[in-house]
């Protein structure tokens, strides 16, 4: 291909330079680009006043390169999915929301139960046809939207025969918002808060990829201190997350010890979070340009402090897992997905690593202090990979990993501010801006175009969740189902990062 | 088993003596708003110009009302008045009965009164929760999950967060509602035995939050269900969501 249009993470080009093919032309470039290894981290419609333009980001993880292209599309497409299954979701995405018709997919149903534009039927989230398996003594049970506990709504539907688990479907958006329409035009200053509300979870992860393409817009560099100040926070972000669902696993199999520690220890990582901006989530620490608050030496010496303790504790709480036969063997042989299938749907972060793929954005397209603060991807030899066991081991290696980078890039703060500077967020007009981050689901990808006044006029949001639902149903494949809550928690997937 | 033991040694005994004791807040916490007394510059919109969601209006004096049920808490107003009347103070004691209740105009806030007698007596020194997250983030819903770890103990207050409507005295809903959850939520409330209670949780449960107007959600609980406790945040301190319900069961 003559023209391409190659970008590195958190930079901007002109929309001029878009590369625009005849879908044959772009089915068959994506494919080419797909079965050399790279990836799929963003296919999604831009509607125009005659149709739609189709964009693929495609992240080569060798060469640290994000190329995109276009293609203009009807009203009928002929699917990618038969040959590239990563594009399943987002091909059923682009169909409910655009109306596109994607000819030749397997299963082209709704994933958000979103209304398209002009449609007047009332909609009712989760009445859809579902897969069903039929014979005797097969049987379904259907769970959600509302379940048990504290926890956000979705719909899961097994196909069993008495415990076994031949096939769970998985249907979402009952968390829809409309967060990517409300984006254009919105002020970045409330714009950046509504990133930290994709998922409440993962506040940093989503503020930072929207920081970072506001800032390749609008020309701008964040200072080492205030990508150092960042990236601690996601790594406290990944620490919290992963301790909260070790805890919850260990609940899980009834092993209280951990569950209850875990659960306290959580808290005090969100709470060593609170003490850089006030928020145990991390709102309002990352600003397009810089960050919100600094670091000086005596808050490095109290959040050193607070993580010695933390360390200890983790130890203290998690060792127990491993050290109890009897966990060990429900973690294992349990929920496994092989490296075949995580390959060709696309899954990113542990739940990838977990089933040996190499996929972690901090090394493969460094962002913020990663460059030179890269995480050591904790190779498992596990002897069978891809079950609740190597995700649960990968979680608490990556647990340990993140006090190592957060310990290296304290000591790497100067007395440079870290502030910003709200004046200079001035977005370059017709120019499209691409960034990774690596929430610690995984690989969080913004896509942002603005328009000839330098408005956002497309924002496109990946998050991790919506590359690895598909995992968590293949999981459970052959499994009992009483093993779902376990599977579930070792992913723990986010219902509103998904439907936004 | 011995692992376990010296496991259950190190970690101590965490349960924080609350109410007894107040817990210590982040240097940098920002809790409840004052406005101190005093005249604006005239013709001055700072305030209301640097809030980022709307939360800010000027009142008939041209004196700044801070809306808690929207507010994110995030001091930019604080720092754009060129007077400083507007401070935010570490008191994470948020809660109100009403909406109203929750506009600041002033130094002073009227703290959330307990439900009325007969309701305290039917429920007793307990309280069954149901959570709903109906278009909630995850934030609310974490920091309402962790108040049952050891370090808040919700149990030992007689609250519990159950599993059915059908067992719950209440629910508490996080989340501004999205169409998509406004059915699951209205039949959850229809299940609760009557009398009920419902508490929403954070801006987005009280007024929509960051997602206000957006026709994708119902701005909140009140447009659909009436509300009888309201705690603010964005999302709220877990101490604020538990200072919150044990003002209304009447226990501080
Ligand atoms: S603290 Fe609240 S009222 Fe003040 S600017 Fe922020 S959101 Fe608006």
């Not at chain 1, 769970?168 to 009952?174: C, F, M, R």
């Not at chain 1, 928020?279 to 340009?289: D, E, M, S």
Request: aromatic content about 6%; proline content about 5%; hydrophobic content about 40%.
């Amino acid at each position: 291909m003559k023209n391409q249009l190659i970008l590195k993470n958190g930079t901007s080009a002109s929309l001029d330079k878009m590369p625009v093919l005849e879908s044959d032309a772009f089915r068959q470039h994506l494919t080419n680009l797909l079965q050399k290894g790279s990836r799929l981290s963003a296919l999604f419609a831009v509607p125009t006043e005659q149709q739609a333009i189709v964009y693929a980001a495609v992240a080569d993880d060798e060469t640290a390169e994000i190329e995109l292209f276009a293609s203009k599309c009807g009203r009928k497409n002929i699917s990618l999915t038969p040959h590239i299954p990563q594009a399943h979701w987002f091909e059923r995405e682009m169909a409910e929301i655009h109306g596109i018709e994607m000819v030749g997919h397997p299963w082209l149903k709704p994933i958000r139960f979103q209304p398209r534009k002009g449609q007047t039927v009332e909609i009712i989230p989760g009445a859809t046809e579902y897969f069903e398996v039929k014979g005797e003594e097969v049987h379904e049970v259907g769970v959600g939207p509302v379940h048990a506990g504290i926890i956000e709504p979705g719909h899961f539907r097994f196909q069993c025969h008495g415990e076994k688990v031949f096939h769970l479907e998985i249907e979402l958006g009952y968390q829809h918002r409309g967060i990517e329409r409300a984006i254009p035009g919105m002020p970045h200053e409330k714009a950046i808060r509504l990133m930290e509300a994709v998922a409440g979870d993962t506040s940093i992860g989503h503020a930072t990829a929207y920081a970072m393409n506001i800032e390749a817009l609008s020309g701008l560099k964040a200072s080492q201190n205030a990508k150092i100040i960042r990236s601690v926070a996601l790594e406290l972000e990944r620490m919290a997350n992963h301790t909260g669902d070790l805890g919850a696993l260990a609940g899980d199999v009834g092993f209280l010890p951990t569950s209850a520690y875990c659960g306290r220890i959580r808290g005090d990582i969100l709470n060593t979070t609170g003490l850089i901006c006030g928020n145990r989530f991390g709102r309002g620490l990352v600003k397009a340009g810089g960050c919100g608050y600094e670091i000086d030496s005596d808050l490095k010496k109290q959040i050193l402090d607070k993580l010695l303790l933390i360390e200890a504790d983790l130890h203290s709480a998690i060792d127990l897992i491993w050290d109890t036969p009897s966990v060990v063997s429900r973690f294992e042989e349990t929920g496994t997905v092989s490296r075949e299938d995580a390959l060709a749907i696309g899954m990113v972060g542990p739940a990838g690593r977990a089933c040996g793929l190499m996929v972690d954005t901090r090394i493969s397209h460094p962002f913020g202090a990663f460059d030179k603060f890269a995480p050591a991807i904790p190779l498992i030899e596990l002897g069978k990979l891809g079950d609740v066991n190597a995700r649960a081991t990968i979680r608490w290696l990556e647990i340990q990993e993140s006090l190592r980078l957060i310990r290296e890039m304290l000591a790497a703060l100067n007395s440079e501010p870290a502030g910003y500077n709200h004046e200079q967020v001035k977005p370059v007009a017709n120019s499209v801006a691409i960034s990774l981050t690596e929430g610690w689901r995984g690989e969080i990808c913004h896509v942002a175009m603005t328009d000839e006044q330098g408005q956002l006029k497309a924002y496109k949001i990946v998050d991790p969740s919506f590359h690895n639902w598909f995992g968590l149903a293949l999981s459970l494949r052959d499994q009992e189902i009483s093993d779902f809550p376990l599977c579930n928690k070792s992913f723990n997937l986010s219902y509103c990062g998904h439907d936004l | 088993m011995l692992q376990i033991l010296k496991a259950r040694f190190h970690q101590k005994y965490r349960t924080f003596p609350f109410p007894e004791k107040m817990p210590p807040m982040a240097a940098r916490y920002t809790g409840r708003p004052e406005i101190a007394s005093g005249n604006c510059k005239s013709g001055c919109n700072a305030c209301v110009a640097a809030c980022p969601v709307g939360a800010l209006s000027l009142g008939e004096n041209k004196r700044p009302i801070i809306d808690m049920g929207s507010c994110l808490f995030c001091r930019a107003c604080e720092t754009a008045c060129p007077e400083k009347l507007i401070n935010f103070t570490q008191d994470f004691s948020l809660a109100a009965n009403k909406k109203e209740g929750l506009l600041i105009n002033a130094a002073t806030f009227k703290r959330a009164e307990a439900m009325g007698n007969e309701l305290r007596r039917l429920f007793g020194r307990s309280l069954k929760l149901r959570q709903v997250s109906a278009g909630g983030c995850n934030a609310c819903e974490a920091d309402t999950n962790v108040l049952a770890t050891p370090n808040f103990d919700l149990a030992r207050y007689g609250i519990q967060f159950v599993a059915s409507p059908r067992h719950a005295d209440g629910l508490l809903i996080t989340g501004p509602v999205s169409q998509n959850m406004k059915l699951a939520l209205l039949k959850t409330y229809e299940a609760l035995p009557s009398p009920s209670i419902v508490i929403a949780t954070g801006a987005c449960a009280i007024s929509g939050g960051l997602f206000k107007g957006n026709s994708e959600v119902n701005d909140g609980v009140g447009n659909l269900i009436p509300v009888d406790l309201y705690i603010p945040g964005c999302p709220p301190n877990p101490w604020t969501i538990l200072e919150g319900i044990l003002r209304f069961m009447g226990r501080l």
